[in-house]
Nanobody
């Protein structure tokens, strides 16, 4: 069973930055694709970014491309989501998730954590 510890969320002004961290246990980033999806109240899940098992490929939602960067830690148990130029529409609970491969939609993830709240507001 995979487990996730997510951290780094908080309140930030528009244009600001946050870095989310996800420590995964029960697997490593060599064996599972690790990604983030977000969900705002009353809205569907939205895939944000995913890095393939082994780290060869990374994808981003169009809504975050050029502003967010997903990376793996050297320990192979941690992934980081650097979020820059944040907008109010980025406000959501961000969940770290895993699957054998990056999914086509965020409902295909097999495992995910409880999430960390990101609020972008002036």
């Amino acid at each position: 069973q995979l487990q996730f510890v997510e951290s780094g969320g908080g309140l930030v002004h528009p244009g600001g930055s946050l870095r989310l961290s996800c420590v995964v246990s029960g697997t490593t980033t060599d064996f599972h694709a690790i990604g983030w999806f977000r969900q705002a109240p009353g809205k569907e899940r939205e895939g944000v970014s995913c890095i393939s098992a082994g780290g060869g490929n990374t994808n981003y939602a169009d809504s975050v491309k050029g502003r967010f960067t997903l990376s793996r830690g050297s320990d192979k148990n941690t992934v980081y989501l650097q979020m820059d130029r944040l907008k109010p529409e980025d406000t959501a609970v961000y969940h770290c998730a895993a699957r054998w491969g990056c999914p086509h939609n965020p409902y295909e993830y097999d495992y995910w954590g409880q999430g960390t709240q990101v609020t972008v507001s002036s």
